[in-house]
């Protein structure tokens, strides 16, 4: 049985650009849980079990996405409202990158004969 890459996108990958964004956002912009959940379209309970690493830890996001969603995370700081394109674009270089693909090797080796192939349609 295999999982779609969206569901390991929505199970690993997300939460752990969410607790980067929530850590830059609490420690480097002083924003409070609040706004930084407001920001992400999560809870402050939530901002705060990633900061005490309660939740999205099953995964290491690279130098190079850390420094994306650092950019990000400044732009976000100045408009709240820009965090979903943020964290879509964030998406979408993992993806370029196969970042993606590393999580899924990982936690979802049944896809990986399915992956990769040419639409038959």
Not at 49 to 59: D, E, F, G, M, T
Not at 81 to 103: F, G, P, W, Y
Request: glycine residues 2%; hydrophobic residues 35%.
């Amino acid at each position: 049985m295999y999982r779609l890459p969206q569901e390991i996108e929505v199970w690993y990958i997300i939460p752990a650009i969410r607790k980067e964004f929530s850590n830059i956002l609490v420690k480097k912009h002083k924003l409070s849980y609040e706004k930084t959940g407001n920001a992400l379209g999560i809870s402050k309970a939530a901002v705060s079990q990633y900061l005490s690493n309660k939740r999205a830890n099953k995964i290491k996001l690279s130098d190079a996405i850390k420094k994306e969603i650092e950019k990000s995370a400044k732009i976000v700081n100045d408009d709240p409202k820009a965090a979903m394109n943020e964290i879509q674009r964030i998406l979408k270089l993992m993806k370029e990158k196969k970042c993606s693909c590393d999580v899924c090797k990982k936690y979802n080796k049944d896809v990986l004969k399915y992956c990769n192939r040419q639409p038959t349609y």
